[in-house]
């Protein structure tokens, strides 16, 4: 893969959650200067969730249809054009209206960016975990520099400045673009070898819905899973840090640094499911994922800390799995769309995810019942994976083939 191009692919994911994450913070500020609780502040950011969902689709197939490399020139430029409107808002509708386009704009880069990432390659593990990182260093980062920004400056801020550096870096984008070649135009399918092999026989067709049910239930459950983890995240850690923070820059840091380092698990879980088998390791981290989950949400204080941290370290690290498994079973011509679906539904959890946090705090539910919710998405996930394929279905069909 072209090593520059890798690189803005990274910027992009960093920045997708960045911005998708900063409210979540700068929520944590506005009580003075907008009326409304916690619970209701924070339902402003459910037309973004639903944006950054149901965005997807349309930008898959703009993906695969038109420029992977041209959706990404607009991904760039247009979230920072949105955040900075977003810091201009004067009333609880505009902040809504303004998150509603960033999310809109955020939902370019997992259909489009993923599948630049994957494209012409077999061995995607490693690739997808680095890329993950920089992905959850977006998410780390977004919580320190909301809080950073609102505190020094103000909540405005922190949407401006992030705002100004992704116009600026979508600009040296379009710019460096125009010496790769032209990879991203995706050639016609050929009666794709795959796609012949995976409908040649109804027990191949059995298995391709198979597959199709169970990562399409797994990218909604987990999806569900990352988002209200990341989402509630800086709350969980007000609540039940207690006296260890004092301020929201300090929540901010805290959830910066817990993030921070959980994000490097998909580097190594890229690495070993390039090495073992990837159902394997999946179904592992699903089942890990149980108890941890369960824990978070029941202790506070430095245990909290702790348990969060094995908790992201195992969430996350199921990333780049997911991602491959989708990669091994989709031929490349179809990849955008098949993202864009998978990600309308992961991604479709986080406007879940934010009127059920709401909902369960302003009613005296808590984080107990929140997290033992996502314990129970894990285990029927885990359940689940365990009738997958051990290969992928155009092997597996072949080798149904030659057994008959």
Same mark, same amino acid.
């Given at each position: 893969?072209?090593?520059?191009?890798?690189?803005? /692919?990274?910027?992009?994911?960093?920045?997708?959650?960045?911005?998708?994450?900063?409210?979540?913070?700068?929520?944590?500020?506005?009580?003075?200067?907008?009326?409304?609780?916690?619970?209701?502040?924070?339902?402003?950011?459910?037309?973004?969730?639903?944006?950054?969902?149901?965005?997807?689709?349309?930008?898959?197939?703009?993906?695969?249809?038109?420029?992977?490399?041209?959706?990404?020139?607009?991904?760039?430029?247009?979230?920072?054009?949105?955040?900075?409107?977003?810091?201009?808002?004067?009333?609880?509708?505009?902040?809504?209206?303004?998150?509603?386009?960033?999310?809109?704009?955020?939902?370019?880069?997992?259909? =489009?960016?993923?599948?630049?990432?994957?494209?012409?390659?077999?061995?995607?593990?490693?690739?997808?975990?680095?890329?993950? +990182?920089?992905?959850?260093?977006?998410?780390?980062?977004?919580?320190? +520099?909301?809080?950073?920004?609102?505190?020094?400056?103000?909540?405005?801020?922190?949407?401006?400045?992030?705002?100004?550096?992704?116009?600026?870096?979508?600009?040296?984008? =379009?710019?460096?673009?125009?010496?790769?070649?032209?990879?991203?135009?995706?050639?016609?399918?050929?009666?794709?070898?795959?796609?012949?092999?995976?409908?040649?026989?109804?027990?191949?067709?059995?298995?391709?819905?198979?597959?199709?049910?169970?990562?399409?239930?797994?990218?909604?459950? +987990?999806?569900?899973?990352?988002?209200?983890?990341?989402?509630?995240?800086?709350?969980?850690?007000?609540?039940? /840090?207690?006296?260890?923070?004092?301020?929201?820059?300090?929540?901010?840091?805290? +959830?910066?640094?817990?993030?921070?380092?959980?994000?490097?698990?998909?580097?190594?879980?890229?690495?070993?499911?390039?090495?073992?088998?990837?159902?394997?390791?999946?179904?592992?981290?699903?089942?890990?994922?149980?108890?941890?989950?369960? =824990?978070?949400?029941?202790?506070?204080?430095?245990?909290?800390?702790?348990?969060?941290?094995?908790?992201?370290?195992?969430?996350?690290?199921?990333?780049?799995?997911?991602?491959?498994?989708?990669?091994?079973?989709?031929?490349?011509?179809?990849?955008?769309?098949?993202?864009?679906?998978?990600?309308?539904?992961?991604?479709?959890?986080?406007?879940?995810?934010?009127?059920?946090?709401?909902?369960?705090?302003?009613?005296?539910?808590?984080?107990?019942?929140?997290?033992?919710?996502?314990?129970?998405?894990?285990?029927?996930?885990?359940?689940?994976?365990?009738?997958?394929?051990?290969?992928?279905?155009?092997?597996?069909?072949?080798?149904?083939?030659?057994?008959?």
């Amino acid at each position: 893969m072209n090593r520059q191009r890798f690189i803005f /692919l990274n910027l992009g994911h960093a920045y997708d959650h960045l911005f998708m994450l900063l409210f979540p913070t700068v929520v944590l500020t506005l009580h003075g200067q907008f009326e409304g609780s916690y619970s209701e502040l924070l339902l402003l950011a459910t037309p973004g969730f639903v944006a950054f969902a149901v965005g997807a689709i349309p930008a898959g197939w703009l993906g695969d249809r038109w420029s992977r490399s041209g959706m990404m020139a607009i991904f760039f430029i247009g979230i920072g054009v949105a955040s900075i409107l977003t810091g201009l808002a004067r009333s609880k509708t505009e902040i809504a209206i303004g998150l509603f386009f960033i999310g809109l704009f955020a939902s370019i880069y997992h259909p =489009v960016g993923i599948a630049m990432v994957v494209q012409g390659r077999d061995k995607v593990g490693k690739l997808l975990g680095i890329n993950g +990182v920089w992905g959850n260093m977006g998410i780390a980062a977004a919580a320190f +520099v909301a809080a950073a920004l609102g505190d020094l400056i103000s909540w405005r801020a922190a949407f401006y400045i992030p705002g100004a550096v992704a116009v600026l870096t979508g600009l040296v984008y =379009v710019w460096a673009a125009r010496s790769w070649p032209l990879t991203d135009k995706i050639a016609e399918p050929k009666k794709d070898n795959m796609m012949a092999a995976i409908t040649s026989s109804p027990e191949a067709r059995q298995a391709m819905w198979r597959v199709i049910a169970i990562l399409g239930m797994a990218a909604l459950l +987990v999806g569900l899973v990352f988002q209200t983890s990341t989402i509630a995240l800086p709350k969980v850690f007000t609540e039940g /840090l207690g006296d260890v923070t004092s301020s929201a820059l300090e929540v901010g840091g805290m +959830v910066s640094l817990v993030v921070g380092v959980a994000a490097f698990a998909q580097i190594a879980a890229g690495q070993m499911i390039d090495k073992f088998s990837i159902k394997a390791v999946w179904i592992g981290a699903l089942f890990l994922q149980v108890p941890l989950l369960i =824990v978070v949400g029941m202790i506070s204080q430095v245990g909290l800390l702790i348990a969060a941290f094995a908790a992201l370290v195992i969430i996350f690290g199921e990333i780049p799995i997911q991602d491959a498994l989708l990669a091994r079973h989709t031929p490349d011509h179809l990849r955008s769309r098949i993202y864009g679906i998978k990600f309308a539904l992961a991604l479709g959890a986080s406007a879940m995810a934010v009127p059920i946090i709401a909902g369960l705090h302003a009613t005296g539910g808590g984080f107990e019942w929140l997290f033992g919710m996502l314990a129970a998405c894990a285990m029927t996930v885990g359940l689940a994976a365990i009738w997958l394929p051990a290969r992928p279905l155009h092997l597996e069909a072949a080798a149904n083939a030659n057994a008959d």
